[in-house]
């Protein structure tokens, strides 16, 4: 069975750092598009950014730019979210998964992991 599991969730004040993991276990490779969303009370849920496991194909919602990293780690199967300088606004649940599409869209990623809370207190 293909898993994704997450790690490094918590809680900062603003302008602190965070840095999420998320560890494949099976076959996961195969999905080469790699991705973290967030979904915040209330509000659909959106990608936050998104790499392969050879680190090309980067993206990076326009909130997010210059402030948080993506990276993917393919010897340990694993990608992770280096975010700092959070904001309030970025207080959400941060869920990583990944596709075998090239994309942004919620629908066309087929592994999701647990999601992990991240909150930003101002």
């Known amino acids: 069975q293909i898993q994704l599991v997450e790690s490094g969730g918590g809680s900062v004040q603003a302008g602190g750092s965070l840095r999420l993991s998320c560890v494949g276990s099976g076959p996961v490779l195969k999905y080469y598009f790699l991705a973290w969303f967030r979904q915040a009370p209330g509000k659909d849920r959106e990608i936050v950014s998104r790499v392969t496991w050879h680190g090309t194909e980067m993206y990076y919602a326009d909130s997010v730019k210059g402030r948080f990293t993506i990276s993917a780690d393919i010897e340990k199967n694993a990608f992770y979210l280096q975010m700092n300088n959070l904001k309030p606004e970025d207080t959400a649940v941060y869920y990583c998964?990944?596709?075998?599409?090239?994309?942004?869209?919620?629908?066309?990623?087929?592994?999701w992991g647990q999601g992990t809370q991240v909150t930003v207190s101002s």
């Open positions: 998964a990944a596709s075998d599409k090239y994309t942004v869209k919620v629908a066309e990623y087929e592994l």
